[in-house]
């Protein structure tokens, strides 16, 4: 009797076990070593002693700043930008063609060059200095890529039936978009939304040349601000005795992760029953 082998699901459990394995020891690392110094005082202190003492506050309000900068400019920036690929009435010109192009070569640029751009352009030309504001923008072109590339595909799924008959019923293009494309793609935004956050919270190399070291509470957005990934790599790398609480920022940046990621699926959740709830009135 033949026993038919199928490698390729053999491969592909095993892989996704090693993928699994991989997250299960990196998080437990920070776990075990963050859990037994962690403390609520870490969270609402001041940094003192370069890091070494007190917490992380000033940190976390900088962190949150950034990423509000950032988010405020890839969603108009990013949501504009994938309606206008995805128009179902233009045919694809080479404006789409050049625009993709270099979407897709932005998605492969280092942090590093964004951060040096970002300190040659906003630091410096337009006189922001090591701020708040710098790292934010900065971090937003670093996003963007990310972010018209996903939700330019939820809505290319949308059927193009949809807008045609929109345009039939005497809609303007703004209106279909609106009422009917845009609703449909909101699990696309949602995911696409996820993702640029994390790549911006995960950043550090831009942010070193942009929003700066400063770990004292920021007044505006035009003072310097430390995010937690700079103040991780600041405490492991150039600061003595600070890997206790290198690992305590870690779980901080990874349980404030973790919560923006669960909020996002609470509102995929809501928006899937509300969905089904029109379905099952009309």
């Excluded at 026993?3 to 053999?10: A, E, T």
């Excluded at 035009?222 to 492991?236: K, N, P, Q, T, W």
Aim: contains cysteine.
């Amino acid at each position: 009797m033949l026993i038919k082998i199928n490698f390729s699901k053999i491969f592909a459990t095993v892989f996704a076990g090693l993928v699994f394995l991989s997250m299960i020891s990196i998080l437990g690392d920070i776990l075990v070593s963050a859990f037994e110094h962690l403390s609520l005082s870490f969270l609402l202190e001041d940094v003192e002693s370069a890091g070494r003492k007190g917490g992380v506050f000033p940190v976390i309000v900088s962190t949150l700043l950034i990423l509000m900068v950032c988010m405020l400019v890839v969603l108009p920036l990013g949501i504009l930008t994938s309606i206008h690929l995805c128009k179902y009435h233009e045919k694809k010109s080479s404006l789409h063609f050049l625009i993709r192009k270099l979407i897709e070569v932005l998605s492969g640029v280092p942090s590093i060059v964004f951060g040096l751009f970002g300190n040659s352009f906003f630091s410096v030309i337009l006189d922001m200095g090591f701020s708040i504001l710098s790292g934010g923008l900065t971090l937003a072109l670093m996003a963007l890529p990310l972010f018209i590339y996903t939700f330019e595909r939820g809505l290319s799924s949308v059927p193009q039936k949809d807008y045609l008959v929109g345009k039939s019923l005497g809609l303007s293009s703004w209106r279909i978009y609106k009422e009917i494309i845009l609703p449909q793609a909101t699990p696309s935004l949602i995911v696409a939304s996820v993702l640029s956050i994390g790549r911006a919270l995960a950043e550090t190399a831009a942010l070193i040349f942009t929003s700066g070291y400063v770990d004292r509470m920021p007044e505006s957005l035009f003072d310097s601000g430390r995010a937690l990934s700079v103040h991780i790599y600041d405490l492991a790398m150039n600061v003595p005795g600070g890997d206790r609480n290198a690992y305590n920022s870690a779980f901080v940046l990874m349980f404030l992760i973790l919560s923006i990621n669960a909020f996002f699926h609470l509102l995929h959740k809501f928006y899937l029953r509300k969905s089904k709830a029109v379905e099952e009135i009309s």
